[in-house]
């Protein structure tokens, strides 16, 4: 019930909250500049690429949804695998399942050819080649439940501990079961992802 509660909250997310003009549903601020105060005094906002009302609304919904911390907003669901992977240095290790998107396996293995990073592609759902990799202390294990396209499951609580047990940072790609069914912070995630549009 508690998922259920949070959703509709945050379906109503910033709802009357157009101070200037009143509007019920807050309007769209797709790209716009901003006046300063007065000279060198900025606003909460300047540039609608640095940052802007709409976007803000979205991202407190998506918080409050998932119960995180903050959340970044960026313009697809792949720019979010790929700001994931700026986290990563050249030697480090990342750990994504076999069975993960296409979009995320694509992009993954491109940056690792390239020297990004490091990478190692195991079945997670396979206990012992999960600690094979992870016995190679990786920085982020990736983590996709139901994985995309095929809905493979895998015990994120389980992974997040074993991970963890390393000092290994975990992401999960939340897309498919979305916040409404499935909280992974709650199940020890450091980072979550979704793309939207799904």
């Not at 509007?23 to 716009?32: A, D, E, G, K, Y």
């Not at 992974?159 to 790609?173: F, I, N, P």
Request: hydrophobic share 40%; proline share 6%; glycine share 6%.
């Amino acid at each position: 019930m508690k998922a259920f509660d949070t959703a509709t909250r945050a379906v109503r997310a910033a709802i009357d909250t157009d101070a200037q003009h009143g509007s019920v549903i807050p309007p769209l601020h797709l790209s716009t500049t901003h006046s300063f105060e007065s000279f060198g005094v900025k606003r909460q906002y300047d540039y609608c690429r640095s940052g802007n009302p709409t976007r803000d609304a979205l991202a407190n919904a998506l918080c409050e949804l998932e119960g995180a911390a903050a959340a970044t907003v960026v313009a697809s669901g792949m720019a979010a695998v790929h700001l994931v992977g700026q986290l990563l240095k050249p030697g480090e290790l990342v750990v994504i399942p076999h069975d993960c998107y296409g979009g995320t396996y694509r992009l993954f293995t491109h940056l690792a050819r390239r020297g990004q990073f490091e990478l190692a592609i195991v079945d997670q759902t396979d206990p012992l080649a999960l600690e094979h990799a992870l016995a190679r202390e990786p920085k982020l294990l990736w983590i996709e439940t139901p994985s995309n396209p095929l809905l493979r499951l895998v015990d994120i609580q389980h992974l997040c501990e074993r991970a963890h047990a390393r000092d290994t940072l975990v992401c999960v790609d939340n897309t498919f079961l979305s916040p409404a069914l499935q909280q992974p912070f709650e199940l020890g995630a450091d980072l979550v992802i979704h793309s939207t549009t799904k």
